[in-house]
């Protein structure tokens, strides 16, 4: 059997990785400014999560969701601290996508509406719901079409208002940074414009931080910039640090009601270890200032390159523009300067680093980017 050949592969076969490096199969080093796709959130092969999945799966990887599994209760009371969501809940599955059709779905079975508001240039995931409102008809194949989706402009609240106010949306969808949009950021005062928007109109406010989430901004999650409360937050990638995991974070005005919701592996023992120990480390390392420190000292510093049209970002997510095409860049940095890196579109280079990513990397990528730019 042969692979299904839908992914555009670097020519790298990486085998292992160590803090913010991955190694190929000759041992060839890289330094990961591109962090797995912003999974990587406290670094390879971190020496307390490879102790605690380690110690988890030769005790129980797995068993279902039908007994108590107390490792939820731990990681649900440790996020809520962390975060600043105390008084939520939490609910949890597999992907990023599978925790945004739980958002709209929840929304909808709370306020029985029907259509979902979301924004140009969005991101949320590749399966029913998810694709539809991601802001890209390829997608979405013919069998997706009768979900009702509407999209307006990021930032313009006057539109948001003229929709929500039909009363026919069920929720509005929105990243706390655009990612695959190419790290745009909603500015704080539409985000405060827009939850008040969602209370004028009994709108469920959802909020995607799948990307701009658990640290990566330089906050716990991006919209609290705007110093806003969301009421459903889907998070995935740094949750698990690479173990397929994801949540949705739920506010106390939605009352859970038996068998509305439910998944095989979502909230697995295994994974539960490994986003308690994520978390663990996390507060340990204070590895969410780290990121609004050495992203701070990035965004700076590639301000002041030349060649690059525009400079976007906040914490370690962080967009670079050019005029012309950035493949080349990319392929430069790649195989003349080891350094991993992400992509939006042909023109925009994104870094998302882990978040333990050291002012002396932050360096070494800042000189090995110099040289690529000057050839
Ligand atoms: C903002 C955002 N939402 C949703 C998703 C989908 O997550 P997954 O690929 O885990 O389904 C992504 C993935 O890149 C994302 O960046």
Not at 19 to 35: A, F, N, R, S, T
Not at 101 to 116: C, D, M, Q, Y
Not at 234 to 243: C, E
Not at 287 to 299: D, Q, R, S, T, Y
């Amino acid at each position: 059997m042969e692979l299904f050949d839908v992914y555009s592969l670097f020519n790298v076969n990486v085998v292992s990785g160590k803090g913010c490096h991955v190694y190929d199969e000759k041992g060839q080093e890289y330094l990961d400014l591109y962090g797995g796709h912003a999974v990587i959130s406290v670094g390879h092969a971190h020496p307390d999560y490879v102790k605690a999945i380690s110690e988890q799966v030769a005790k129980l990887g797995f068993y279902s969701n039908s007994v108590i599994n107390t490792l939820q209760v731990e990681l649900a009371h440790l996020l809520g601290k962390t975060c600043g969501y105390d008084d939520y809940s939490l609910f949890l599955i597999n992907s990023g996508a599978e925790a945004n059709e739980n958002a709209i779905k929840l929304a909808s079975f709370h306020n029985g509406r029907k259509k979902v508001l979301a924004f140009h240039h969005s991101f949320h995931g590749r399966t029913t719901a998810a694709a539809r409102v991601t802001d890209n008809p390829k997608f979405s194949p013919a069998a997706y079409m009768g979900f009702e989706v509407e999209f307006v402009d990021l930032n313009d609240i006057a539109a948001v208002r003229e929709k929500l106010a039909t009363k026919e949306f069920s929720s509005v969808i929105i990243e706390g940074i655009q990612g695959v949009g190419g790290i745009q950021i909603p500015n704080d005062q539409f985000m405060r414009d827009l939850r008040q928007a969602c209370d004028d109109t009994e709108t469920v406010l959802i909020l995607d931080e799948i990307q701009s989430g658990y640290g990566r901004s330089g906050k716990f999650f991006a919209h609290q910039y705007a110093g806003i409360k969301a009421d459903l937050i889907s998070v995935a990638k740094g949750i698990g640090n690479g173990l397929p995991m994801s949540g949705m974070l739920i506010s106390p005005k939605f009352k859970a009601v038996p068998g509305q919701l439910g998944t095989t592996f979502g909230g697995n023992h295994l994974a539960c270890a490994a986003a308690i120990s994520v978390l663990n480390i996390m507060n340990k390392e204070n590895l969410i200032e780290n990121a609004a420190k050495v992203g701070a000292h990035l965004l700076d510093e590639l301000k002041g390159f030349k060649g690059i049209k525009e400079v976007r970002g906040r914490g370690l997510m962080i967009g670079l523009e050019f005029e012309e095409p950035i493949k080349e860049i990319r392929s430069n940095l790649l195989y003349e300067q080891k350094v991993f890196t992400g992509v939006a579109g042909q023109h925009t280079i994104r870094l998302l680093p882990p978040l333990c990513l050291s002012m002396a990397q932050a360096d070494e990528f800042l000189t090995r980017f110099e040289k690529v730019l000057k050839k």
